[in-house]
């Protein structure tokens, strides 16, 4: 369902209207006036036009002199003040809105944004961010990405086992398709310790007490219920095995002794 329009323009009260018109003639004179004055001999000392709008404006009162920010609490301020880029204008008149949403809804947390003109000298932001999804472990340091796997930022310690763990290249992207499989099994979910992207075409699971599940590139769900099926020794997770290796669709193989799993762990895609 389509949101609000994300940029919006308070329309003035009443007793403003008279306001706007006055300032509007004067802005028109100042206009005229810069164009007269560039074309003069004394042209080095003529400020650009828009600083000359900027200035009339703030005479005017509509010079911008409040900022409201609401929504946001991973996003730093001075990052949303920077996106708005107030220096290329100091007018509520010239300042561009749409550019200025486009920059804020770039940066790293946030997934919407409105900005809304209240005139005479004031803007409102309201800011809707990203929900973390995983931790992805990078070579550079923990990362935390949403559902989408669009990395947000670092990951600091109070995420530690909040959030699933992935690692691998390519395993921001797959890993909402992988957490969608598991979530027919919650036990083995819990269980998950880390889940590992292997040449960004299939999954390794590692769970609590080290057991590693080998997942494969294709069928990953169909894998996940031979893994969880009921059996006369108990279920493979409930075993005390080193791996369980799902990549060939007509057997299982199991490894009980840690030094043979690693030997069986060699890519074999």
Known sequence: MPGPAPFKRRAPARGRARHLAVFA??????CIFAV????????????????QIDDIATIAG???RQINLTGHRMTP??????????????????????AALRRIERLPWVETATIERIFPDEISITLTERKPYAVWRKPGGDVLIDEEGRELGPAARAHAGALP????????????????????YPELRNRLVEAERVAD?????????????HLPAMNEAAALVRLMAPRRGGRLIDRDLALVDLRAEDRIIIRRDPAESASAAAPRY
């Open 36 to 51: 007269v004055t560039e074309g003069g001999r004394t042209t080095r000392s003529v400020r650009p036009l828009g600083e």
């Open 62 to 64: 509509f010079g911008l």
């Open 25 to 30: 003639a004067i802005l028109t004179g100042a």
């Open 201 to 213: 075409r299939r999954w390794t699971l590692t769970l609590e007490r080290g057991m590693r599940i």
């Open 77 to 98: 301020d001075t990052a949303v003040f920077d996106a708005l880029e107030l220096s290329a204008a100091a007018s509520l008149l010239r300042f561009d809105g749409a």
């Open 165 to 184: 763990v992935i690692a691998g290249d390519g395993a921001a992207l797959a890993a909402h398709a992988l957490f969608r499989n598991l979530e027919s």
